[in-house]
């Protein structure tokens, strides 16, 4: 069975930082595009950061652009969102996702559509 399962949220205040994992079982991550989305209460779902399968290509969204950075260790088979200089806008549902390499042209249109497979979620809340 393929699952996501995503850990490291919570209560942070303006301007710390915090780091999500994500680590996958029933299939190896290093055959998959992976990325985290987001959604805030009351606002459409975002792609945050996405990153191709051979790790060459990164998308990041104009909100989180110099503050997250996306990761992997295959070895460990997980994903990693580290985000710094949260803001209150950051306040949001983190969902881990995996896509295969072959359904999308960029690592943006992956960003832009709808991955095959997600995680259940993690809250992370900013607020002083």
């Known amino acids: 069975q393929l699952q996501l399962v995503e850990s490291g949220g919570g209560l942070v205040q303006p301007g710390d930082a915090l780091r999500l994992s994500c680590t996958a079982s029933g299939f190896r991550l290093s055959y998959y595009a992976i990325g985290w989305f987001r959604q805030a209460p009351g606002k459409e779902r975002e792609g945050v950061s996405c990153?191709?399968?051979?790790?060459?290509?990164?998308y990041y969204a104009d909100s989180v652009k110099g503050r997250f950075t996306i990761s992997r260790d295959n070895a460990k088979n997980t994903v990693y969102l580290q985000m710094n200089s949260l803001k209150p806008e950051d306040t949001a549902d983190y969902y881990c996702?995996?896509?295969?390499?072959?359904?999308?042209?960029?690592?943006?249109?992956?960003?832009?559509?709808?991955?095959?497979?997600w995680g259940q979620g993690t809250q992370v809340t900013v607020s002083s």
């Open positions: 996702v995996a896509e295969s390499p072959l359904r999308f042209t960029t690592v943006k249109a992956m960003c832009d559509k709808d991955p095959l497979y």
């Open positions: 990153m191709s399968m051979s790790d060459v290509s990164t």
